[in-house]
């Protein structure tokens, strides 16, 4: 049989481990109560039973013989009662392991009187007693042993207060959890392109503390990184000026190889400096405005400029969707992957699809030799670039893939890579719904 599994959730541990403590705790305590009351109980009813029969057992013995019959509705009790005859048949009962009511009667009126016990069979479990009296008539106690009361409201009670362990167990994991929840929603939501929601430092000493220290990591990381982009942005656009200048000389030199290889190297320093220019770019394409665009129409616009180029792109499917996008970011995500495609499978298909949650996919399919499975996260980082793409002519700068990234996230949209089972690559962006 397999073992019940350990809850994942900080929440439910907590809620587990308190609740379990509570119901322990409270148990034993109830259990110890309820003993002692038990106890008590059993003491107290006893003694009255010995006491009681004592003294109804001489009652009777003193009365007139025809006057017995009408004290016994007088002196019978709701777990006992007294009959002027033999009684009824019955198994003698095995004093050594006699019920305690058959103690406590023979220690009330064994020594006056010889007593009998004898267990009664039958539906009702009880048990009489027999004896003689002092006129030699025979008297017998009818005893059916019961339970210790318990009062009808003690139920409810434990029922109550089980609820109101439960609720406190609640309430008290709710509040020690929520603030590990809001820490967590602040630190998924971190964007340093943009500010997100700052965390609310009142609370516990604790919980405040970490609210501010998140506050101002978010603001640090931002702050670092935008520094590191206008960094990147600055030296980018800052070689282009000594680049085009040195090209212009190139051109005047005299052709020979010489001149073909430094003109090749200008190009590729050229086109890299350009790419990371663009990288630098991509980190702030949230600044560009919103606008609703008729995405089936964007797309085959799209695909028509390639094809008017002479490349091999199609488009299929269709959304039907109204989306309010940022349709430059958009359009620059959807060149890379589709100059990508061109790359390195020699033609390209663009296909458009909606989900049942209205949700849009994109998809742009090639039939190149697509990526090993181990690589298909590590293409999306800058500069990175596969074992078989290592020259610059045919692999790029590896920063296709990070800007078309970094613009899908800026888009609010997902962007994965797939190899297709009939060979290929599949690179898809999922955006979200749309009108």
């Not at 064994?110 to 025979?138: C, K, M, T, W």
């Not at 603030?179 to 943009?194: G, K």
Request: proline share 5%; aromatic share 6%.
């Amino acid at each position: 049989m397999a073992l019940p599994r350990w809850p994942q959730t900080l929440a439910a541990r907590l809620a587990l481990i308190f609740f379990t403590g509570l119901v322990l705790a409270y148990g034993l305590s109830f259990s110890s109560q309820f003993y002692e009351r038990y106890q008590t109980g059993r003491n107290v009813m006893l003694g009255n039973l010995e006491h009681d029969v004592s003294t109804a057992v001489a009652l009777i013995d003193r009365l007139p013989a025809e006057e017995r019959a009408t004290w016994l509705a007088l002196l019978e009790r709701r777990n006992y009662r007294y009959r002027l005859d033999e009684g009824q048949p019955g198994v003698p009962m095995d004093m050594h392991q006699a019920h305690m009511a058959a103690t406590s009667i023979e220690r009330a009126i064994g020594e006056r009187y010889a007593l009998r016990f004898e267990n009664i069979p039958g539906p009702i479990s009880h048990f009489q007693a027999h004896l003689v009296l002092s006129d030699g008539r025979p008297l017998t106690v009818d005893v059916t042993p019961g339970p210790i009361p318990v009062a009808r409201w003690l139920p409810l009670v434990l029922v109550l207060q089980l609820a109101l362990l439960l609720f406190c167990t609640w309430l008290a994991v709710r509040l020690a959890v929520r603030p590990l929840t809001r820490l967590a929603q602040a630190v998924d939501h971190l964007d340093p392109d943009a500010s997100g929601p700052v965390l609310d430092d009142r609370g516990p000493r604790e919980v405040a503390y970490a609210a501010r220290a998140v506050n101002a990591l978010q603001g640090r990381i931002g702050a670092y990184l935008k520094e590191r982009m206008q960094l990147l942005a600055a030296i980018s656009h800052d070689l282009q000026t000594p680049i085009t200048r040195m090209k212009l000389r190139v051109e005047q030199m005299d052709a020979s190889l010489e001149r073909e290889r430094l003109w090749s190297d200008l190009n590729e320093m050229q086109h890299l400096v350009r790419e990371g220019v663009a990288y630098a770019r991509s980190m702030d394409g949230s600044s560009e405005a919103l606008c609703r665009v008729d995405l089936d129409a964007f797309l085959d616009s799209l695909v028509c400029d390639y094809q008017d180029s002479g490349q091999a792109v199609s488009f299929g499917g269709s959304s039907g969707a109204l989306l309010e996008t940022r349709p430059h970011a958009l359009r620059r995500v959807l060149t890379n992957l589709i100059d990508n495609a061109l790359k390195f499978g020699g033609s390209a298909r663009v296909e458009v699809q909606r989900d049942e949650q209205g949700k849009v996919q994109l998809q742009v399919l090639d039939n190149g030799p697509g990526i090993a499975e181990e690589e298909l996260e590590e293409v999306f980082k800058p500069f990175y670039r596969v074992e078989s793409s290592r020259n610059r002519s045919t692999g790029g700068t590896g920063l296709g893939l990070a800007i078309a990234l970094q613009l899908s996230q800026a888009l609010g949209g997902r962007l994965t890579l797939r190899n297709r089972d009939s060979g290929g690559l599949c690179a898809q962006l999922e955006l979200g719904a749309s009108a």
